[in-house]
């Protein structure tokens, strides 16, 4: 039987190629193994009771019920750092877009009649003046894979950068520019910069962060860009700052009518990761991802489960997603000897509220998964055998 594959969005052909024949991808697949989503929202879906995974091509997992998806077992995996590059590069296009009226002088000079159209454009130019990047403050609020790439780029661009991200990790810091100045609270970056960029997850904590009490910190004129998410800035109190000229520019790849038809806005119709290049990186990622978990059990990039990363050294693999609650591996260890099956391996993880534990063996009885899943605290388990080419 074939392992199934839904894509809820379009997919790059050079990730989907990875998929050998035992798989039936596509987006009329039903009763699917896995999914394969990019920004679709998949709150609504009705998830069928064969879902094991559901592989994010890109950052952002908040367009998944990830919670909701770590209580039925289903494991949610992303792409980290896979468009990054992409984005860094959009946010730089930005940086310039932002300062220098480059947009409105294009409209303009598209808008000029005439054999004096020289003439008119020296006349007309001094409307577009707008100013250099270099020697100015840039605050990177969130040092991941984007704000890292923008903050190192924008040092090598000349300017002053600072960056905040209080949950920094040690890689990201690795690969920081010593020349990036630590921020300690976000109110810093408020006060201090002339150019504000955000690069966070969509969180509860960080939804609405942008807002009129946060601008009220900034400097007047200060120039904000969200390729983030949306809902990190507060719609409403950007409107009105940049009405008042406190905002002097609003550059984002999250619009909506009333923004994209707000005077100093810029909306981008969420082109972050839009290049060749991030796509086919995302789409390589996931499908690896992916196929890992369905063939081998292992969990790299999970935003819901605990990394488990395990050589195949035996015929059959153990798979069981439980809660992280006590004595849970010593029912697992009863029930696999009452069967008369020895374990070879066995690896146990946590994170939060749920754990995955993989137990390597030589031996199957039948019933052993069906055994597992009787006990409280189990989720889902599953049994793969090695395959052999
Ligand atoms: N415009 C687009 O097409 C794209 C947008 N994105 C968005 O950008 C976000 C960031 O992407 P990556 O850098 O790849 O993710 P990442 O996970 O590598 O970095 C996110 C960083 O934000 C930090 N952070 C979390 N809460 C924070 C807070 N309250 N204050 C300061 N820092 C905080 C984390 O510690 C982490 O270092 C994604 O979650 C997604 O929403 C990502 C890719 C494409
Ligand atoms: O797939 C896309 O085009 C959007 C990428 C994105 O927003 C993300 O990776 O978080």
Not at 236 to 242: G, N, R, Y
Not at 267 to 280: D, I, N, Q, R
Not at 316 to 343: Q, S, V, W
Request: aromatic letters at 6%; a negative charge; charged letters at 25%.
């Amino acid at each position: 039987m074939a392992i199934k594959v839904k894509t809820v969005n379009k997919i790059s052909e050079k990730g989907l190629q990875l998929f050998d024949e035992r798989y039936e991808v596509g987006e009329n697949v039903e009763n699917e193994d896995a999914i394969l989503v990019r920004s679709a929202k998949l709150h609504d879906y009705d998830f069928p009771e064969n879902l094991k995974a559901i592989a994010r091509a890109g950052a952002g997992t908040n367009n998944i019920p990830v919670e909701e998806c770590a209580k039925k077992g289903i494991v949610v995996f992303n792409t980290p750092g896979a468009n990054a590059n992409a984005v860094k590069e959009l946010v730089l296009c930005a940086l310039f877009l932002s300062s220098r009226r480059v947009l409105e002088g294009i409209e303009w000079a598209k808008s000029l009649k005439g054999d004096d159209y020289a003439k008119q454009v020296e006349a007309g130019k001094k409307a577009f003046v707008g100013p250099e990047i270099d020697g100015k403050k840039l605050g990177v609020i969130g040092l991941g894979a984007i704000g890292v790439a923008v903050a190192n780029a924008a040092v090598k661009l000349g300017m002053e950068v600072h960056g905040y991200d209080p949950y920094i990790s040690v890689n990201a810091a690795w690969g920081m520019s010593k020349w990036v100045r630590k921020a300690s609270t976000v109110e810093e970056i408020f006060k201090e910069c002339d150019y504000i960029t955000i690069h966070v997850p969509s969180t509860p904590e960080t939804q609405g962060m942008i807002d009129e009490k946060a601008i009220n910190l900034m400097k007047s004129g200060v120039h904000i860009l969200n390729f983030a998410r949306g809902d990190l800035v507060n719609e409403e109190d950007m409107i009105d700052a940049l009405r008042k000229n406190k905002v002097a520019r609003y550059i984002t790849d999250f619009g909506s009518e009333k923004l994209a038809n707000t005077e100093n806005v810029v909306v981008m119709p969420h082109l972050g990761a839009s290049t060749p290049e991030s796509e086919e990186n995302c789409a390589t990622m996931a499908v690896d991802e992916i196929r890992e978990f369905l063939e081998n059990g292992n969990i790299k990039h999970s935003v819901n489960f605990p990394s488990v990363v395990e050589p195949r050294t035996t015929t059959y693999r153990l798979c069981i997603i439980h809660k992280n609650i006590p004595n849970m591996l010593a029912k697992f260890a009863g029930t696999i000897a009452k069967k008369d099956m020895n374990i070879e391996n066995m690896v146990n993880k946590a994170k939060g509220d749920y754990a995955y534990t993989i137990i390597d063996t030589n031996d199957l009885s039948e019933d052993i998964t069906k055994a597992i899943e009787k006990q409280e605290g189990v989720i889902k388990a599953r049994i793969i055998a090695k395959v052999v080419f």
